[in-house]
């Protein structure tokens, strides 16, 4: 079992910055294909950023590409989402997840191939 625990949420004005980081305990973090996904109120989930079990590939949805960066440092069994010229309309509660190991070696996008979940940060982005 994968514990993920979320960090570095807050309130911050358009055009700022923010690094939301990801730790994780009980599995080796390795193993796992990692990805960040938002949500707002009466929205479905949805995913934001991914990096293979290496960080080899990496994925970013449409809306984010340009200002996101996803990393993982394997040594430390963390993740972040390093998250550039942000928007009001970036406003969500961010979760990491851990893809089940056997999603593959490949970044995932799908959601359902997410076995372990964070509790999720709040951002918020005012204009």
């Known amino acids: 079992q994968v514990q993920l625990v979320e960090s570095g949420g807050g309130v911050v004005q358009a055009g700022d910055s923010l690094r939301l980081s990801c730790a994780a305990s009980g599995g080796t973090f390795s193993r796992y294909a990692m990805g960040w996904f938002r949500q707002v109120p009466g929205k479905e989930r949805e995913f934001v950023a991914g990096?293979?079990?290496?960080?080899?590939?990496?994925y970013y949805s449409d809306s984010v590409k340009g200002r996101f960066t996803i990393s993982r440092d394997n040594a430390k069994n963390m993740a972040y989402l390093q998250m550039d010229s942000l928007k009001p309309e970036d406003t969500a509660v961010y979760y990491c997840?851990?893809?089940?190991?056997?999603?593959?070696?490949?970044?995932?996008?799908?959601?359902?191939?997410?076995?372990?979940w964070g509790q999720g940060t709040q951002v918020t982005v005012s204009s």
């Open positions: 990096t293979s079990r290496t960080a080899g590939s990496l």
């Open positions: 997840a851990a893809a089940s190991a056997s999603a593959g070696f490949t970044v995932v996008v799908d959601i359902t191939k997410y076995a372990y």
